[in-house]
């Protein structure tokens, strides 16, 4: 029983002497206000900067050693290296939208030198990038000396940047001498039409390429947004 009650004793004071040693010799570690940020970009908006705020929980210097990111589109960057026992700092990530639109998934790794030995973390970025329009059956495809039909592209503006479709731009020619004939019928004012596109022949190949235009338009962002009509 004696033996029995020694060894309980023995284990707890163990026990005590591990916490206090790790309480003593830094066992905390880098602290992270949030690693996961959600962003909705804005129209014309060119880059995204999300902060990401952490503190130094542990008992000595932590140095960030090295940042690593999922795409050269997201840059990360700090003050310093070094953070004190207690200090805070910020990472900026800065994402550059560039054309991309839709939902963008960026991670940020970040590899750390603390008292407790080599660490690493994890840092996410979403960014929901609005895409100003969408363009159902963006290519109309036609095979030579098949019937001359009327195709269609639906178009939908998005409903933040309501804009009223006027006309069509041919890239390096003019409607006049296109070999298609063009048509936008409004179904939902400044928000949803649709293209016509009829060739004026099938006998020979042709491939053109048109965009939109609206005086609604003022970032000449439509350019961005081309529509395909081949003959093949």
């Not at 916490?19 to 908006?45: H, K, M, N, R, Y």
């Not at 550059?96 to 639109?101: Q, W």
């Not at 020619?173 to 004012?189: G, K, M, R, V």
Request: charged letters at 25%.
């Amino acid at each position: 029983m004696q033996s029995n009650r020694l060894s309980r004793t023995a284990l707890a004071t163990a026990t005590i002497l591990s916490f206090v040693c790790g309480s003593i010799w830094g066992q905390g570690t880098l602290s992270w206000e949030d690693t996961l940020i959600d962003v909705d970009a804005d129209f014309g908006q060119k880059e995204v900067n999300a902060y990401y705020a952490f503190t130094n929980n542990s008992d000595g210097p932590i140095t960030i050693a090295e940042t690593k990111t999922s795409c050269g589109c997201t840059v990360p960057s700090l003050e310093k290296d070094t953070y004190a026992p207690g200090e805070s700092g910020k990472l900026l990530a800065t994402f550059d939208i560039g054309n991309r639109i839709g939902k963008q998934h960026k991670e940020i790794t970040v590899l750390t030198q603390e008292p407790s030995g080599s660490k690493s973390y994890t840092l996410t970025l979403n960014v929901d990038i609005p895409q100003l329009i969408q363009l159902k059956r963006r290519a109309l495809l036609w095979r030579v000396d098949e019937a001359a039909d009327t195709k269609d592209c639906e178009i939908v503006i998005h409903a933040k940047r309501p804009m009223d479709i006027n006309q069509v731009v041919i890239k390096n020619s003019d409607l006049e001498s296109s070999q298609f004939t063009f048509e936008i019928e409004t179904l939902e004012p400044k928000h949803k039409f649709l293209l016509k596109i009829t060739p004026k022949s099938t006998d020979t190949k042709v491939r053109e390429t048109c965009f939109l235009s609206s005086p609604d338009d003022t970032e000449g962002a439509l350019k961005n947004f081309p529509i395909y009509a081949w003959i093949r």
